[in-house]
């Protein structure tokens, strides 16, 4: 077994990493894969989900949880990917330590990111540091609103920026927030519910990902 690593990288705070971390691990989970978190974020804001899932599921919950610092992470990491099919790496924002590090670590890089020009110009320097890295990335517009011409615009010159952005997006949605203060993800939570919708359509693009898909058993 050699485990994917998926690295959530954003140094725009509020972009949405943990949740999209969470939201990530639980569905990767629905699929039968084993899966591991790590949260190098210091505001442990994964390990407090964690920690809601373990109070919610009780010995349902399949999702191992690793806590630590980037240097401690690289020598773990072949390790790890020995044991789990999946890793899900949550960054600190205003970090670019720890955020290189977990970045070159990565078999995909994912960036949440809200349809704003502030947070488009907020991007460039995780992209800059994935670019040095030379890791691919999958920008996700998060936070998306119903019927609004600006995600399209923000897309289309997010592409002419030669940058992969995901087909799929992560809408405005209360089932994202209310899942994630019960230790939970949306599929869980409200199983056909659009949020729900929207990330199964998440996770098989990221399957469909040339960077995943070659070694992946699951995909």
Same mark, same amino acid.
């Given at each position: 077994?050699?485990? *994917?690593?998926?690295?959530?990288?954003?140094?725009?705070?509020?972009?949405?990493?943990?949740?999209?971390?969470?939201?990530?691990?639980? %569905?990767?989970?629905?699929?039968?894969?084993? $899966?591991?978190?790590?949260?190098?974020? =210091?505001?442990?804001?994964?390990?407090?989900?964690?920690?809601?899932?373990?109070?919610?599921?009780?010995?349902?919950?399949?999702?191992?949880?690793?806590?630590?610092?980037?240097?401690?992470? /690289?020598?773990?990491?072949?390790?790890?990917?020995?044991?789990?099919?999946?890793?899900?790496?949550?960054? @600190?924002?205003?970090?670019?330590?720890?955020? !290189?590090?977990?970045?070159?670590?990565?078999?995909? $890089?994912?960036?949440?990111?809200? @349809? %704003?020009?502030?947070?488009?110009?907020?991007?460039?320097?995780?992209? *800059?540091?994935?670019?040095?890295?030379?890791? =691919?990335?999958?920008?996700?517009?998060?936070?998306? =609103?119903?019927?609004?011409?600006?995600?399209?615009?923000?897309?289309?010159?997010?592409?002419?920026?030669?940058?992969?952005?995901? *087909? !799929?997006?992560?809408?405005?949605?209360?089932?994202?927030? %209310?899942?994630? /203060?019960?230790?939970?993800?949306? #599929?869980?939570?409200?199983?056909?519910?659009?949020?729900?919708?929207? /990330?199964?359509?998440?996770?098989?693009?990221?399957?469909? #990902?040339?960077?995943?898909?070659?070694?992946? *058993?699951?995909?």
């Amino acid at each position: 077994m050699t485990g *994917k690593v998926f690295t959530i990288a954003q140094h725009k705070g509020g972009a949405g990493k943990t949740t999209l971390s969470a939201q990530l691990a639980a %569905s990767f989970d629905q699929t039968g894969g084993k $899966v591991l978190i790590v949260d190098v974020d =210091p505001q442990g804001s994964l390990t407090e989900w964690h920690k809601m899932r373990c109070q919610t599921l009780g010995r349902k919950n399949k999702i191992t949880l690793f806590q630590t610092q980037g240097w401690k992470m /690289m020598r773990e990491l072949p390790r790890m990917q020995r044991e789990f099919d999946y890793i899900v790496i949550d960054t @600190p924002p205003h970090a670019e330590s720890e955020s !290189s590090i977990a970045i070159r670590l990565a078999d995909l $890089v994912l960036m949440p990111m809200q @349809p %704003s020009p502030l947070d488009v110009w907020a991007c460039a320097p995780t992209i *800059k540091i994935i670019m040095q890295e030379k890791k =691919p990335l999958m920008l996700v517009m998060n936070r998306v =609103p119903a019927r609004s011409n600006l995600n399209t615009s923000i897309q289309e010159k997010l592409i002419n920026m030669n940058i992969q952005v995901a *087909k !799929s997006t992560l809408g405005n949605r209360v089932a994202f927030a %209310s899942s994630i /203060m019960h230790g939970l993800g949306v #599929h869980e939570y409200d199983a056909r519910g659009m949020a729900s919708i929207e /990330m199964q359509s998440l996770i098989k693009e990221i399957k469909k #990902h040339k960077s995943v898909k070659d070694e992946s *058993k699951a995909a």
